[in-house]
């Protein structure tokens, strides 16, 4: 199986600094900030769909813009991108929620896939009227789930679960494609739920042997529900030319953060009701000593950023053999970011897909509709052709 890459849009604004956020915690940048305007987001997406990227993904929270609208917009200025859209579902109803997705895939052209976020910080959810601890939120997720799937396959749906409950609910049109749906979660509940209703089931950035695990639990309880889900990973990337350069992006980058920011947000991310932000934050401790936690695997991004906190760092072809190391486990698919998203997509699509283009892991989905219209831009020796007059 040829592998899949997705992209990012920071819908929270970029920059050429590491740009933190998420559970709970408020957007923070060391300086150079650039608005998630409609015309920035537009030129990564339009960037990450010519550098061979399949989709991008879309955060959700309060600490961004909403993701359903950013992506409606960006698929006008787009042609085969995908968008990866995060949503939590106790926030509409699951037959709201399939008409959207029926809705957005018909005036997309097949367009949208999502990714379901059980819940934040329950502080977080109670600004948005939810009101549910964790194990409730993935209850109603998975009863959400069962309805959406149910209407999706175009049944008439009558349900009463312990917190939701619909009467004669149907879709006059169902979505074409059905979404793939990808969901994430390191608890016990977020496993069982994932096991139930994932495509492709989403790790942080974990080293090989804790992913190796994740994948081997997911497995184990999804063949109980006779089910066989892909497998994906979240990272941010830094990939240069050489070694070097990569690690010294990453100083850079770590020499930025105020030793004070790192401490005020590690205490917040301390508070974390998430089993994955528990892990994530293990991975560095709060010290900024001893990053690199595998090779070419750096904690630093977790210091000041809630939810993924791990970057591939390194050379190109480094960059490239970690991520078979991935894929050797089971890993196809790859959601990737950087600093800047603009100029990082840049040095990974023109640095590193050539590379796995070249050793057969990956083709260009344009390749898929017509191979005579792809070409991949400075993918090295042998790339442009010989002109004939």
């Not at 609208?69 to 085969?80: D, G, Y």
């Not at 509409?92 to 809705?103: E, F, K, Y």
């Not at 100083?251 to 030793?259: E, F, N």
Request: glycine fraction near 12%.
């Amino acid at each position: 199986m040829s592998l899949t890459f997705h992209w990012f849009l920071p819908t929270y604004g970029d920059s050429r600094y590491l740009v933190g956020g998420g559970h709970g915690v408020a957007t923070t940048t060391a300086g150079g900030a650039r608005p998630a305007t409609l015309g920035y987001l537009g030129q990564i997406a339009r960037s990450a769909e010519q550098l061979g990227f399949a989709g991008a993904l879309t955060p959700t929270g309060a600490w961004c813009e909403d993701a359903w609208l950013s992506t409606a917009m960006l698929t006008e200025v787009t042609e085969r991108l995908k968008f990866l859209v995060a949503f939590r579902p106790g926030l509409l109803s699951p037959t709201l929620g399939a008409q959207m997705a029926a809705t957005f895939q018909r005036h997309s052209r097949g367009r949208l896939l999502l990714n379901v976020v059980t819940g934040g910080e329950s502080a977080e959810q109670r600004a948005y009227g939810d009101f549910l601890d964790k194990a409730a939120r993935y209850a109603r997720c998975d009863e959400f789930l069962h309805v959406v799937r149910s209407l999706w396959r175009g049944e008439r749906v009558d349900f009463t679960g312990e917190h939701l409950r619909v009467e004669g609910a149907e879709l006059t049109r169902t979505p074409n494609p059905v979404p793939t749906v990808y969901f994430g979660g390191s608890s016990a509940e977020a496993g069982r739920v994932a096991a139930r209703h994932s495509d492709v089931y989403l790790t942080w950035g974990e080293p090989p042997a804790q992913v190796a695990e994740k994948i081997s639990w997911i497995r184990g309880l999804a063949a109980e529900q006779g089910r066989s889900p892909r497998f994906g990973i979240r990272l941010h990337v830094i990939s240069r030319d050489s070694s070097e350069q990569a690690w010294a992006e990453a100083q850079r980058l770590l020499d930025a953060l105020d030793p004070a920011t790192i401490s005020r947000v590690q205490d917040g991310l301390g508070r974390s009701e998430s089993e994955g932000q528990r892990r994530m934050r293990e991975l560095h401790g709060g010290s900024t000593a001893d990053l690199e936690i595998h090779p070419n695997l750096w904690a630093g991004v977790g210091l000041v950023r809630g939810g993924a906190g791990t970057a591939l760092v390194g050379s190109h072809a480094e960059v490239a053999e970690r991520i078979e190391e991935y894929h050797a486990l089971g890993i196809d698919e790859f959601v990737l970011s950087g600093h800047p998203h603009l100029e990082e997509a840049y040095w990974f699509g023109e640095g590193v897909l050539p590379i796995l283009e070249r050793k057969g892991l990956w083709r260009h989905p344009a390749a898929e509709v017509d191979d005579s219209a792809v070409s991949i831009p400075f993918a090295g020796a042998g790339a442009v052709p010989t002109p004939s007059s």
